[in-house]
């Protein structure tokens, strides 16, 4: 989890706050202190740190907070405003050229991610309805071509090459001009990987820029650095003039620290955060929502949106009438199993639950969890599509051939029947109208 570290020390923080009942300055400079060295631990820029910390300070000092009723709470909202503020205050979004057509262009240092993330952008592009072009100007790493293809096969979208050429400004020329011509509105132009220290390389970069004249540019950088991705911001933008980052492998960043300093240093928004391998492993950089997890909140709105994107209202509408009917089957059950996989899986749910992220979630073994998923789908597979519809018919000879089947024991079996009578059960209760369809693929879980 991102952040992990950083959010269970500020929330021990937080729980010796709260068993004081009444503050006092000292306790206030204490739990400063700890925020500052926990901070620190998460590898946030230094000066960056100073400034948090004696902005928290100064008005967690303040009258209203010290004689309020609740002196912890005012502190932890204090801290959630100023972490919210040093991310940048609010989500960032991209902007698109007025006159239809735009020009993105990636730019980072190799080994960043970058060509997955062009794939990903433009998959994220296409859901929110754009027709988005990828252009391959990497003209010197082995292959990079050829992996941008696969990356545009993955997501469905274009490629434009040109493997003759050595001019990568020539190329996203022709590039921008393939894409207008068939009717593409957005043009993702993937480069080589560079020191922002190598003269002849940035030099590149701006003859691109100065072609193509990009609506946006966009520095992606690797969460796992810490503070370098944040110098690799700084000498990026001050030589080419960035508008944002895309900061991937966040998720397997406990610290967190380049997503803390990164807006704070460079002036730049972090755009998007790269969350996992898949395509759709993409998402908006929401400061206020990363600072509700950082502080143990759970993050709602994403799992909202996270639901709404795999919702589809036919199949809902279609599950409703079975549940009112009490035809609620074996494969409607697996239907609602894959749901939740489409979502990132049990763990990334919980992770964005209140209470449920960071040393909250480390006796819980979610690859138990995810495990046995795969074995229910692997023995509802294994029936007939008569046993899947009426599990009553499931005797002791079915078992076993089942069992077989699926590689799973009798017992997995009874395991799942009964799980998927109590999930029948459950829905059977909530089926009474449309304001709870969209959490349906949550019961009996």
């Known amino acids: 989890m991102a952040f992990e570290g950083l959010s269970d020390k500020l929330q021990n923080v937080f729980k010796k706050l709260k068993g004081k009942g009444v503050l006092t300055e000292n306790d206030i400079n204490e739990a400063m202190r700890e925020v500052k060295l926990a901070l620190l631990e998460a590898d946030v820029n230094f000066k960056v740190v100073k400034e948090f910390v004696d902005a928290v300070k100064e008005k967690?000092?303040?009258?209203?907070?010290?004689?309020?009723?609740?002196?912890?709470?005012?502190?932890?909202?204090?801290?959630?405003?100023?972490?919210?503020?040093?991310?940048?205050?609010?989500?960032?979004?991209?902007?698109?050229?007025?006159r239809g057509f735009t020009v993105y262009l990636m730019v980072g240092l190799q080994g960043t991610g970058k060509t997955t993330t062009c794939g990903k952008l433009a998959n994220y592009l296409k859901k929110n309805g754009k027709r988005p072009m990828l252009a391959a100007c990497d003209i010197y790493r082995p292959a990079a071509i050829d992996q941008l293809e696969v990356v545009g096969k993955s997501v469905d979208v274009p490629v434009f090459t040109m493997r003759e050429s050595r001019e990568p400004e020539k190329i996203a020329l022709a590039a921008m001009k393939e894409a207008e011509k068939k009717g593409n509105d957005v043009l993702i132009v993937d480069t080589a990987g560079r020191l922002q220290i190598d003269e002849a390389l940035m030099e590149e970069?701006?003859?691109?820029?100065?072609?193509?004249?990009?609506?946006?540019?966009?520095?992606?950088?690797?969460?796992?650095?810490?503070?370098?991705?944040?110098?690799?911001?700084?000498?990026?933008?001050?030589?080419?003039?960035?508008?944002?980052?895309?900061?991937?492998?966040?998720?397997?960043?406990?610290?967190g620290g380049a997503a803390l300093s990164a807006k704070k240093v460079t002036g730049k928004p972090i755009k998007f955060i790269g969350v996992g391998e898949k395509t759709d492993a993409?998402?908006?950089?929401?400061?206020?929502?990363?600072?509700?997890?950082?502080?143990?909140?759970?993050?709602?709105?994403?799992?909202?949106?996270?639901?709404?994107?795999?919702?589809?209202?036919?199949?809902?509408?279609?599950?409703?009438?079975?549940?009112?009917?009490?035809?609620?089957?074996?494969?409607?059950?697996?239907?609602?199993?894959?749901?939740?996989?489409?979502?990132?899986?049990?763990?990334?749910?919980?992770?964005?639950?209140?209470g449920m992220g960071g040393k909250n979630m480390k006796n819980v073994d979610l690859?138990?969890?995810?495990?046995?998923?795969?074995?229910?789908?692997?023995?509802?597979?294994?029936?007939?599509?008569?046993?899947?519809?009426?599990?009553?018919?499931?005797?002791?000879?079915?078992?076993?051939?089942?069992?077989?089947?699926?590689?799973?024991?009798?017992?997995?079996i009874n395991t799942l029947i009964k799980r998927y009578e109590e999930a029948r059960k459950m829905m059977k209760q909530f089926a009474g109208g449309p304001k709870h369809r969209r959490n349906s693929m949550f019961r009996g879980f």
Do not use: C, W, Y
């Open 60 to 98: 967690s000092l303040g009258k209203d907070v010290l004689e309020s009723l609740t002196p912890a709470q005012q502190v932890i909202k204090i801290v959630n405003e100023e972490l919210v503020a040093l991310m940048g205050g609010a989500n960032s979004k991209l902007t698109f050229s007025p």
């Open 367 to 412: 690859s138990d969890s995810e495990k046995e998923f795969s074995q229910m789908e692997a023995v509802i597979l294994s029936m007939t599509k008569e046993e899947r519809k009426d599990p009553s018919i499931l005797n002791a000879s079915r078992r076993k051939r089942i069992a077989a089947g699926s590689g799973q024991p009798v017992s997995r």
């Open 282 to 354: 993409l998402e908006p950089f929401h400061p206020e929502r990363m600072a509700s997890r950082i502080l143990g909140m759970g993050d709602m709105l994403s799992l909202i949106e996270k639901a709404q994107e795999n919702f589809d209202d036919a199949k809902a509408a279609e599950l409703e009438r079975k549940m009112k009917k009490n035809e609620f089957t074996l494969e409607d059950f697996l239907e609602q199993m894959g749901q939740i996989k489409n979502m990132g899986g049990i763990g990334k749910l919980l992770d964005m639950m209140p």
């Open 205 to 255: 970069l701006v003859r691109i820029k100065q072609t193509v004249k990009p609506h946006e540019i966009l520095l992606v950088v690797d969460a796992l650095t810490g503070q370098d991705a944040v110098n690799v911001a700084t000498g990026f933008n001050e030589r080419l003039g960035i508008d944002g980052i895309i900061m991937t492998k966040l998720d397997g960043d406990s610290r």
